[in-house]
């Protein structure tokens, strides 16, 4: 399995940003999808999770209203849609694929590049 993250950037607080997440390989509707960041000097944490075969969306209590995750069976894509964005929401973040949905990350066993999302003040 592959994962390819996209959509950072930098944004201003208060905006809204949607990143994305491609799935490729020959088994990857098996996995559920997971979405974690890290910030600087600071240890990964978990944001949400999906499973691709149905379910509702897990997400961590931190960001419980503000973060949406969606997929796209058919694009084999997964999407985390984040609102009202904060510069503590500033951080590398990477989508994960794993056979459980947890929010432990070493549950996950494929992870994508990571994608930068920077919040100004």
């Known amino acids: 399995v592959q994962l390819q993250a996209s959509g950072g950037g930098l944004v201003q607080a208060g905006d809204s940003l949607t990143l994305s997440c491609a799935a490729t390989?020959?088994?990857?509707?098996?996995?559920?999808m997971g979405w974690f960041r890290q910030a600087p000097g600071k240890a990964r944490e978990f944001l949400g999770s999906?499973?691709?075969?149905?379910?509702?969306?897990y997400y961590a209590n931190s960001v419980k209203g503000r973060f949406t995750i969606s997929r796209d069976n058919t694009k084999n894509t997964v999407s985390l849609q984040m609102t009202a964005l904060q510069p503590e929401d500033t951080a590398v973040y990477y989508c994960?694929?794993?056979?459980?949905?947890?929010?432990?990350?070493?549950?996950?066993?494929?992870w994508g590049q990571g994608t930068l999302v920077t919040v100004s003040s």
């Open positions: 390989g020959p088994t990857v509707n098996s996995y559920t």
């Open positions: 999906i499973a691709w075969r149905g379910g509702r969306p």
């Open positions: 994960a694929a794993g056979p459980a949905n947890t929010g432990m990350d070493y549950e996950y066993d494929y």
